[in-house]
C-alpha cells in the first residue's frame, strides 16, 4: 500500500485518508517543533521541486549551531549542525538522522547564493544523532509524541525487504531494497 502511495493508519488523521488533514497536521507538527526555544525548523514540503515525495522533510537545529567559517569578498560561509526528521505523508511514523548543512550568504543583500545538504535516505546508518545534538533530539521526540508519529529505529529500517517489489525511488536499485525504501521514497 505504501509503496503505491496508499496511506494507511489507524490513528488521525491518517485514518481519514485524507491527503489535506494530514498536510495540516504535519504542519501543525512543524509548528511546535518552531516554538521549541531556541530551536529553527524548515520544511521541504514541495517534493524537492519534482516528481513525488513520500514524506515533508524537516532540518531543525539550534541557532547557537549555525556557525561562520569565513567571511570575504562580500560572501559568508555558514555550517550548520542540525538534525533531518522524515516525516511521512502516508502512515505516522518519522525517521531521525544529523546532517551538517552549507550556506553561502551574500553580505551586502543576505540573500543565499548557494547551500549543500545530505540525506539521511541513502544509507541507514544515518539514522543516528551524536551527543552533539542529543538534546535537540530529545526535545523532537518529544513533540513526535505529542503528534503521535513512531519514532522508526535505523535497525529496522536497514533490513532487506523481504518481497520483490518495484519502489519508484532514487536510492537503491532493485534488488538492494530496504524496508526504509517501502516508507520513505522519492522519485523524481
Known amino acids: 500500500m505504501l509503496i503505491k502511495g496508499e496511506v494507511i493508519g489507524d490513528t488521525f488523521p491518517y485514518d481519514s485518508y485524507d491527503e489535506k488533514e ?19 525548523c ?5 517534493h524537492f521541486g519534482s516528481g513525488y515525495a513520500s514524506f515533508v522533510e ?7 549551531d549555525c556557525i561562520v ?11 550548520i549542525k ?14 531521525m538522522g544529523e546532517d551538517v548543512r552549507y550556506r553561502t550568504i551574500s553580505i551586502e543583500t543576505n540573500e543565499e547564493v548557494s547551500s549543500g545538504q545530505g540525506t539521511i ?28 508519529f513512531n519514532l522508526l529505529a535505523a535497525k529496522e529500517m536497514s533490513a532487506p525487504l523481504s518481497f520483490k517489489t518495484k519502489i519508484p525511488t532514487i536510492y537503491r536499485n532493485e534488488r538492494q531494497y530496504l524496508v526504509l525504501d517501502a516508507i520513505f521514497y522519492w522519485e523524481d
Open 22 to 40: 494530514i498536510l495540516a497536521h504535519i504542519n501543525r507538527l512543524f509548528y511546535r517543533i518552531n516554538r521549541i526555544h531556541n530551536v529553527l
Open 42 to 46: 524548515e520544511a521541504e514540503w514541495d
Open 58 to 64: 524537516f532540518f531543525c537545529y539550534r541557532k547557537e
Open 69 to 79: 567559517v569565513e567571511e570575504k569578498n562580500g560572501i559568508r560561509e555558514i555550517e
Open 82 to 95: 542540525g538534525i533531518i526528521l522524515d516525516i511521512s505523508r502516508l502512515a505516522s511514523v518519522a525517521i
Open 121 to 148: 535516505l541513502d544509507d541507514p546508518t544515518s539514522l543516528v544523532v551524536g551527543a552533539e545534538v542529543e538534546i535537540l533530539a530529545i526535545e523532537l521526540r518529544k513533540a513526535l509524541q505529542e503528534f503521535d
